[in-house]
Structures are given as C-alpha cells and as structure tokens.
C-alpha cells in the first residue's frame, strides 16, 4: 500500500459527461501528480501540483482542469468526455516535488466512456 | 519526443532466468528511476539512480546508466513468477523539472 488513495476505483460515464476523480496523497506529500493511462498512449503526464500551486504541465486537455486544496487532496475534473477519455487515471504523491523525486502512486480510477 | 524508449516492447524468459531490459533517453537527465506496474496497477518505485553513479543494486535487481550512451539497463536476476509485470523507466531533466516516462516493457516469467 503506498498511502495514496484515489476514488472511486472504476467510473463508467456517457460521452459529453462531466466526473471528478478524487486522490489524497501520502501523510506529509505537498507535490500531486496526475497521469493518463491508455493502451495506445502509455503513461502521459497531465500536471503537477506541489502545495497548492501548479508545478508543470503536460498533456492535459482544455477539458480537463485539476486543483489541490489546503488540505493537499486534489481534483481531476474532466468535462465533455469522448470515447477516447477512457482510460486508467493514475495519481501520484512526492514529497518535495522537485523533478526525479521518487513518486507514490494510487491504485488508479478507471475511467470507461460509453 | 522526450520520451523514453524501453526495449525490448516484451520480454518472455523461463523462471531462474535473468531478465534485461534496456532505457534510452534523448537529453541530460538529473536521475533515471526504474518502476514496475502489475497489471492494471498503480506504479511502485524501485530504483533510482543519479547522472554521476554508473551502477546501483537492491536485492535482485541491477540498474546502470551510461550518460554518454544515454541508456540505462535493469536486470533481475533469477526471474520470479512475481516480477511478471510491466516495467517502466522514468527521468528527469533537472531537478524542477516533470517526470517523463517511457513506453515500458511488458515481462512475462514462465514457469
């Protein structure tokens, strides 16, 4: 167990739909990650928050927005969902966020659009 | 593209037997970390090598990095039906920069 949690486990959603995916880091992480996993992509990095602020950036959609809170937990919210949004939605937790830190995953939300 | 690229895509191998996959990357990197994901999992860190070390070990598992070469190797020695799994290999461009992993190779123990 890696002490980060994410909900709900399994998401199944119609397209044009909007969900919240939902992830609490490790006891004493600042730095949230958020990662897209697809068969055909692999593992794209979508950003980075570290204490409440944006970090980086990656390959995240203007349909998709994410924040972290006071209490560090973050949102990934995606909106106006397509077939091609399915997928597993990692997140992962550092303590310092600082590139090459050594990262925590969750277990994942899996995410089917119909 | 920044990414990584691992090779082999898939690796078959009898148990007992040393499994090597292989990480090449196109920058300078800070470090070069190696994860493994079973399926459908979330990713657990393994190892993490630095740009100024050329070998590390932990347990049964060996990672080198050649900076000249832009590549680094990971060999389990004495494969397990427990290592089948995808393993990943990740870096960074300096020390506030992002993640950037690669494709991952897909490990298959047979026993």
């Known amino acids: 167990d890696s002490g980060v949690t994410q909900t709900p486990k399994h998401l199944i959603t119609a397209t044009g739909q909007r969900v919240t995916l939902r992830c609490s880091p490790r006891?004493?992480?600042?730095?949230v990650y958020w990662y897209q996993q697809s068969l055909d992509q692999g593992l794209q990095f979508l950003i980075q928050?570290?204490?409440?602020?944006?970090?980086a950036k990656g390959n995240i959609l203007e349909r998709f927005s994410a924040q972290q809170f006071p209490d560090l937990h973050s949102e990934l919210n995606l909106s106006s969902l397509e077939l091609g949004d399915s997928a597993l939605y990692f997140c992962?937790?550092?303590?310092?966020?600082?590139?090459?830190?050594?990262?925590?995953f969750g277990p994942g939300t899996r995410l089917t659009v119909t | 593209s920044q990414q990584g690229e691992e090779d082999p895509q898939a690796l078959s191998i009898q148990e007992g037997e040393n499994a090597t996959m292989n990480c090449s990357y196109k920058?300078?990197?800070?470090?070069l970390q190696w994860y493994r994901q079973n399926s459908g999992r979330g990713l657990v860190h393994l190892i993490l090598?630095?740009?100024?070390?050329r070998e590390k070990h932990s347990g049964r598992l060996r990672v080198t990095l050649d900076t000249s070469k832009k590549s680094s190797s990971l060999l389990i020695t004495a494969s397990r039906a427990a290592d089948t799994a995808s393993y990943f290999c990740?870096?960074?461009?300096?020390?506030?920069?992002?993640?950037?992993f690669g494709k991952g190779t897909r490990l298959h123990i047979l026993p």
């Open positions: 992962a937790s550092s303590v310092d966020g600082r590139g090459g830190s050594k990262q925590y």
């Open positions: 006891s004493g992480d600042l730095s």
């Open positions: 928050y570290y204490n409440g602020e944006e970090r």
């Open positions: 920058t300078s990197i800070n470090n």
């Open positions: 090598i630095r740009s100024n070390e």
């Open positions: 990740a870096f960074a461009m300096n020390r506030d920069d992002k993640i950037i």
